[in-house]
């Protein structure tokens, strides 16, 4: 196993779970626990082996009995005696067989590199017994046909390796482009695309893409023509000869070409170049004279063009019969042909990898082991870490950087991504930089499936966060600042609303201004709260053991006059065994209020609102049902915002409703480190319910 692959599989294992343990001993327990190379073979293959071993016996003998074969022992430097007794044909047959069979087996399992000092002492073994039987015992043991059948099995062990190899290179190579959805017709759009592309930069008056087919012939495959091609020119048949002729030239020399016919025309010849092959010829008639300043572009806009014309060759050709590739010329010159496509995603990829670094937000893609794949200049920036650095870098080297006390452990939130493919999120504050930043690590996948590298996206939320708090905090200066004049104006108002000196009428207008101004003030009043709320730490709500269903009995008890006022049957679902919550008991009471009120006000007379307790796995649901006219499914997202209110026709404005009540819910409740849900449709009824986790 090179160098490379063991400290990748080295990674890959830090990744999986064994980053934590000393770096020494896991490197030394790797080792251990995995060898060096492990050998697949399978039973085809060696029974491919044997059968190949058993031909190449039958060529040596064949060739012995039929005296093909040249007298190699007279090489040798050693008298032979005349009359040496042959082998039995039948021990002579056995004796290759095995021989050529034990040859064929060994190459299959090492390879030839690894096999060849077993076949040098076999081959030494071999002329050693020949000596021995020939001058002592008398005995010919064919020490030549045994050395050719030993040579074609060897050949042929080889040649049966290197097909079964190129097999797999042929089905790997010739599937991986096609997976793209380059298809023929696709590759011919990207050329006339890449034309009128040229057309917006040059004032082109014709333009056509010659695709080389063998070495000195040129078909076109796409044109392209100008505003007003003059089709009646007597000269058209001449200046095409002469533009093929251009392009014979760049196509020969590898260079651009160019021929300028007058101050109002001129001809060009661009090579299309690719992996140091020219795959075509690009002619281009100018409708003005050609300056050099230009050639850079056309050779640009040329290898692009050289790319897609790889592509199209490559999807133009049919597959073929893949297994027999290795053996003829069209299956390798298609090998050929994927190789050069697969290069050209290559270079296309570099272009998508580069449109990153004009990203603002910092992006880094990471491969499985753990090796940064793309880091952009901003990702840098928010680590802290100048572009040298980045090249030392790996994944936890790069989150490290982003560590804080909520994201104090980079390697357990990688795993988890890696585990469970839920992207992790986290707002980091780095006060000391006065910084907030948004990260996130979510896994990448292959089409929906097979994991393949993972993202680390940082988004800068430090002005945003900076012109929320500067929002709020004005708002709540004003609703502070309002609070004072309209306390006056209430309190003057119910003043005068007892002044029995004023004319009904008047009266009647004070205390419209009492109660408007009441309503303001209470408007005012959860406003704040809800902002109180969302500025608080969790930690800072003072928590108590609270047992929600007795929350809920006090509720149902102070709101059942407002139920009855309505004919609404206002009852509560007996549950078991509730245990407690850790919760401020105000807020809680004022969000199931706001709930059971909510209830209240959006159901028609004489229906049902049912409140109910239940014990989930870790937690307690306060649950409010009601069958009511229900909320729009466009609408249940927002429900929860601040003022935001369903508009539902044939109701009149409701002078209680501010658009407050449910984004105090949700704000209570999230502080206590709950859900809230809601379940609901239009008609038929709403569940709004919340959960807090138990004690
Ligand atoms: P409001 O003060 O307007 O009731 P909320 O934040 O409590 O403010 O509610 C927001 C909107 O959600 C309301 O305008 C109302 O239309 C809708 N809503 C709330 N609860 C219910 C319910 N139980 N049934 C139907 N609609 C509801």
């Not at 073979?41 to 005296?67: E, I, Q």
Request: glycine share 6%; proline share 4%; with cysteine.
């Amino acid at each position: 196993m090179c160098a490379l692959c063991t400290q990748n599989a080295q990674r890959l294992y830090n990744l999986t779970g064994f980053w934590q343990q000393g770096r020494g001993s896991s490197e030394k327990s790797f080792r251990r626990d995995f060898p060096l190379l492990i050998r697949i073979k399978t039973l085809n293959s060696y029974l491919s082996a044997t059968g190949l071993g058993f031909v190449a016996a039958l060529g040596g003998y064949s060739c012995w009995r039929f005296s093909l074969l040249p007298d190699l022992t007279s090489l040798l430097p050693l008298s032979r005696p005349s009359n040496l007794t042959t082998l039995d044909a039948s021990v002579a047959g056995a004796a290759m067989a095995g021989y050529s069979v034990a040859l064929s087996l060994t190459v299959n399992r090492l390879g030839l590199s690894r096999s060849w000092h077993y076949i040098a002492v076999s081959i030494v073994l071999l002329v050693s017994m020949y000596c021995v039987a020939a001058q002592f015992f008398g005995v010919d043991v064919l020490l030549t046909p045994l050395l050719f059948t030993a040579g074609l099995s060897l050949l042929l062990a080889q040649v049966n390796r290197l097909w079964s190899l190129d097999r797999q290179f042929a089905h790997t190579l010739l599937s991986s482009p096609s997976n793209g959805s380059d298809t023929s017709s696709a590759a011919n759009a990207r050329l006339m695309s890449g034309l009128k592309l040229l057309n917006t930069v040059l004032p082109v008056n014709e333009a056509v893409v010659f695709h080389c087919v063998d070495s000195d012939s040129l078909e076109a495959v796409a044109r392209f023509k100008g505003p007003a091609p003059n089709t009646q020119d007597p000269r058209r048949n001449s200046v095409w000869r002469e533009g093929i002729q251009l392009c014979q030239a760049a196509a020969a020399k590898g260079e651009l070409v160019s021929q300028t016919e007058g101050p109002n025309s001129s001809s060009i010849a661009v090579p299309l170049r690719h992996e140091g092959e020219t795959a075509g010829v690009l002619l281009v008639r100018l409708a003005s004279e050609f300056s050099v300043d230009d050639t850079p572009l056309l050779e640009a806009i040329g290898s692009q063009f050289a790319r897609n014309l790889k592509r199209d060759s490559f999807s133009k050709h049919p597959p073929g019969i893949q297994r027999f590739s290795y053996f003829s010329q069209t299956g390798n010159k298609r090998k050929l042909d994927a190789l050069n496509v697969l290069k050209a995603l290559t270079v296309e990829q570099r272009c998508e990898a580069r449109t990153l670094a004009h990203i603002e937000d910092g992006i880094a893609i990471a491969y499985l082991d753990g090796t940064l794949a793309l880091v952009n200049p901003s990702i840098l920036l928010f680590a802290g870490l100048n572009s040298d650095k980045a090249v030392e870098l790996d994944l936890f080297g790069l989150l490290h950087r982003f560590r804080t006390d909520v994201f104090d452990e980079p390697e357990i939130a990688v795993r988890r991504v890696l585990q469970t493919g839920v992207a992790y999120e986290g707002e980091l504050n780095f006060e000391h930089k006065n910084q907030i930043l948004n990260l996130r690590i979510s896994l990448l996948r292959e089409r929906q499936r097979e994991p393949i590298g993972i993202a680390v996206y940082v988004k800068d939320l430090t002005a945003q966060k900076e012109y929320e708090k500067l929002k709020s905090d004005m708002i709540s200066l004003m609703s502070h600042e309002l609070r004072t004049p309209l306390t006056s104006i209430n309190g003057f108002a119910e003043l005068l609303t007892q002044d029995q000196t004023l004319p009904p009428q008047a009266r009647e207008f004070v205390s419209i201004i009492a109660n408007e101004s009441q309503r303001m003030s209470r408007m005012i009043n959860t406003f704040l709260s809800v902002t109180q709320l969302e500025r608080k730490d969790k930690q800072e709500v003072l928590k108590i053991p609270l047992r929600l269903d007795e929350v809920v009995r006090d509720t149902i008890a102070s709101l059942q006059p407002v139920a009855k006022k309505k004919r609404i049957r206002l009852i509560e679902q007996p549950a078991h065994r509730i245990p407690p919550v850790a919760a401020d008991r105000s807020l809680i009471m004022q969000a199931v209020k706001n709930l059971v009120n909510n209830a209240i006000k959006y159901s028609p007379e004489r229906t049902t609102v049912t409140v109910s307790t239940a014990l989930e796995a870790e937690t307690v649901r306060v649950c409010v049902e009601d069958r009511g006219y229900g909320i729009p499914a466009e609408a249940k997202e927002r429900v929860w915002d601040k003022f935001y209110r369903v508009v539902r026709e044939g109701q009149e404005k409701d002078e209680e409703s501010t658009g407050l009540g449910l984004s105090f819910v949700r704000e209570v409740v999230e502080q206590h480190g709950g859900q809230v849900e809601l379940d609901s449709e239009e008609g038929r009824g709403s569940k709004f319910s919340f959960t807090l986790p138990r004690l």
